[in-house]
């Protein structure tokens, strides 16, 4: 039987932490006078006290270490539990909006999503924006910290190749947990206050400049317009393209930049190989645009440059007319949202590295065919990487692929168009926030889609957050015998 101690007692200390998060927005609409701050100083004690309990009554499991099992169930309960009581200020206050909408709303948060159904996003209390964007950053900071510490731990996916001592991004450089969240702390704050105060300088009102920095270094796409930043200057493209790509680079290169060492950033093939794809991308979009709509190169190359970004960092945010560029700029940003950005950030998607490594494994299949007697390791940044690894990395692209055509179909027979639901499942599995299809025609927003499809984004959202088999595992009866 599972100790369950040592889970809960991490768990409510985060629902506590995250309850008293609440009383910054419940400060500025206190502050404001927009008449909802009692809602988030509510919903401030319910989960504060939520919390307090579940940690009073686990505190005899205090201190000890987690085994690999309690680490899967603590971070599935983490995000789905910590939504829960994200979603309360949103029930208990404006918009007042039913539970599974919250519910979607703050798992679309936490999850670094970005994907909405609130409709009149523009005309909702200070608060709220600030709140949404909160959950936002609070998501990606958590996001960063699984991604580096528990994946290479619960050898998810082929994390468990960032565990070897010989790989300096972990082993020589950070070698204790506490010493990495200690320093991507500093790295992910330092991000946020220059996006802010970039924001700020290029002419963004002071809340808007807090609230949108807050949504891009933690890659969460979450705006407080409606029209996200297609009413903002070209400087203010320029310099938020720049800081998705910031925020979706492997976050322990910061803290090697820290350290004066900058070669291994650059010598990072994940990297190279993202801002190598990105570019090319960009280009064959943009040139695609020149040519079929007459749109001046400058123009093309920046909606290009903004909306290409923010799919493969999974960010969502959107400007210009993106859906309706045609089938080749659509094909594109699919494939770039699929495959994501890099691991070791708060990005999601298939990974950079998980790409990679795939390519090598099929070079060195075919290779095998040519010479089958010819002993090829596949290798990564001059390393070789065990079948361990690989066999991970290959069941973690299995699943999801399945994953996306399972959610996809469930998602048709909810009632959800072909269109809709196949760029549901997109955009939920690889939290990347946008959405396309005639069911958003109407909002921009998931509003309208029956409460069946928004349970399967949510979960969907959480399964691509947790890279998939981490919740398969939880889902095993094996997992909970001795």
């Given at each position: 039987?599972?100790?369950l101690?040592?889970?809960g007692?991490v768990?409510?200390?985060i629902i506590?932490?995250l309850g008293?998060t609440?009383?910054?927005?419940?400060t500025?609409?206190w502050?404001t006078g927009?008449?909802?701050a009692?809602a988030?100083?509510?919903a401030?004690?319910?989960a504060?006290?939520?919390?307090?309990?579940?940690t009073?009554?686990?505190?005899?499991?205090?201190?000890r270490?987690?085994t690999?099992?309690?680490a899967?169930l603590l971070t599935?309960g983490?995000?789905?539990?910590v939504?829960?009581?994200g979603?309360l200020?949103?029930?208990i206050?404006?918009?007042e909006?039913?539970?599974?909408?919250?519910y979607f709303?703050?798992?679309s948060?936490i999850?670094?999503t970005?994907?909405?159904?609130?409709?009149?996003i523009?005309?909702?209390?200070i608060?709220?924006?600030?709140?949404?964007?909160?959950?936002n950053?609070?998501?990606g900071?958590?996001?960063a910290f699984?991604?580096m510490?528990f994946?290479?731990?619960?050898?998810?996916g082929?994390?468990?190749?960032?565990?070897?001592?010989?790989?300096?991004?972990f082993?020589?450089?950070?070698?204790r947990?506490t010493?990495?969240?200690?320093q991507?702390?500093?790295v992910y704050v330092?991000l946020?206050?220059?996006c802010?105060?970039?924001?700020a300088?290029?002419g963004?009102p002071?809340?808007?400049?807090?609230e949108?920095?807050?949504?891009?270094?933690?890659?969460?796409?979450f705006s407080?317009r409606?029209?996200?930043f297609?009413?903002?200057?070209a400087a203010i493209h320029y310099?938020?393209a720049?800081?998705?790509l910031?925020?979706s680079?492997?976050?322990?290169?910061y803290v090697?930049?820290?350290?004066?060492s900058?070669r291994p950033?650059?010598?990072?093939a994940?990297v190279?190989a993202y801002l190598?794809?990105?570019?090319v991308?960009?280009?064959?979009?943009?040139?695609?645009?020149?040519?079929?709509?007459?749109?001046?190169?400058?123009?093309?190359?920046r909606e290009?440059?903004?909306?290409?970004?923010s799919i493969?960092s999974?960010?969502?945010?959107?400007?210009?007319?993106?859906?309706?560029?045609?089938s080749?700029a659509i094909v594109?940003a699919?494939?770039?949202?699929v495959?994501?950005?890099?691991?070791g950030?708060?990005?999601?998607g298939l990974s950079?590295?998980?790409?990679?490594l795939m390519f090598?494994?099929?070079?060195?299949?075919i290779?095998r065919?040519?010479a089958?007697h010819?002993?090829?390791p596949?290798r990564?940044q001059?390393?070789s990487v065990?079948?361990d690894?690989?066999d991970?990395?290959v069941?973690?692209?299995?699943?999801?692929i399945?994953?996306?055509?399972v959610?996809?179909?469930?998602i048709?027979?909810?009632g959800?168009?072909f269109?809709?639901?196949v760029?549901?499942s997109?955009t939920s599995?690889g939290?990347?926030?946008?959405?396309l299809g005639p069911?958003l025609?109407r909002?921009g927003?998931f509003?309208?889609?029956?409460?069946?499809?928004?349970?399967?984004?949510?979960?969907?959202?959480?399964?691509?957050?947790?890279s998939?088999l981490?919740v398969?595992?939880?889902i095993?009866p094996?997992f909970?015998?001795?």
């Amino acid at each position: 039987m599972i100790d369950l101690g040592p889970v809960g007692y991490v768990i409510g200390l985060i629902i506590s932490v995250l309850g008293m998060t609440m009383l910054v927005p419940f400060t500025v609409d206190w502050v404001t006078g927009d008449g909802n701050a009692q809602a988030f100083l509510e919903a401030a004690l319910i989960a504060t006290m939520a919390g307090l309990l579940t940690t009073l009554a686990c505190q005899n499991r205090a201190g000890r270490s987690l085994t690999v099992r309690q680490a899967f169930l603590l971070t599935i309960g983490i995000w789905l539990l910590v939504p829960l009581f994200g979603a309360l200020p949103l029930v208990i206050g404006a918009p007042e909006v039913r539970l599974i909408d919250a519910y979607f709303e703050a798992v679309s948060g936490i999850t670094t999503t970005g994907a909405s159904v609130f409709v009149d996003i523009d005309s909702l209390p200070i608060g709220v924006h600030l709140w949404r964007a909160m959950l936002n950053w609070l998501g990606g900071l958590g996001i960063a910290f699984i991604a580096m510490i528990f994946l290479p731990i619960m050898r998810v996916g082929g994390m468990q190749f960032f565990r070897t001592e010989g790989f300096d991004t972990f082993g020589k450089v950070l070698p204790r947990a506490t010493d990495i969240a200690g320093q991507l702390f500093f790295v992910y704050v330092s991000l946020t206050l220059a996006c802010m105060g970039s924001y700020a300088a290029l002419g963004m009102p002071a809340a808007e400049a807090v609230e949108h920095a807050l949504a891009t270094i933690a890659t969460g796409g979450f705006s407080p317009r409606a029209a996200s930043f297609a009413d903002y200057s070209a400087a203010i493209h320029y310099a938020t393209a720049l800081f998705m790509l910031l925020g979706s680079l492997p976050y322990i290169r910061y803290v090697q930049i820290m350290q004066g060492s900058v070669r291994p950033l650059w010598r990072d093939a994940q990297v190279r190989a993202y801002l190598g794809w990105i570019a090319v991308a960009v280009v064959s979009v943009g040139l695609w645009r020149v040519a079929t709509s007459g749109q001046a190169v400058e123009g093309a190359f920046r909606e290009s440059l903004f909306n290409l970004i923010s799919i493969m960092s999974s960010t969502g945010f959107g400007m210009g007319t993106f859906p309706a560029w045609g089938s080749f700029a659509i094909v594109v940003a699919m494939w770039l949202g699929v495959i994501g950005a890099c691991s070791g950030s708060s990005a999601a998607g298939l990974s950079v590295f998980r790409v990679q490594l795939m390519f090598a494994t099929l070079h060195q299949q075919i290779r095998r065919i040519h010479a089958p007697h010819r002993v090829a390791p596949i290798r990564y940044q001059g390393r070789s990487v065990d079948m361990d690894t690989i066999d991970a990395m290959v069941l973690y692209l299995g699943a999801y692929i399945l994953t996306f055509g399972v959610v996809a179909v469930l998602i048709l027979q909810s009632g959800v168009d072909f269109e809709s639901a196949v760029f549901a499942s997109w955009t939920s599995i690889g939290n990347i926030g946008y959405g396309l299809g005639p069911m958003l025609a109407r909002t921009g927003t998931f509003i309208d889609f029956p409460d069946a499809a928004k349970l399967l984004m949510i979960l969907a959202m959480i399964m691509g957050r947790l890279s998939l088999l981490a919740v398969f595992v939880v889902i095993l009866p094996r997992f909970w015998r001795a």
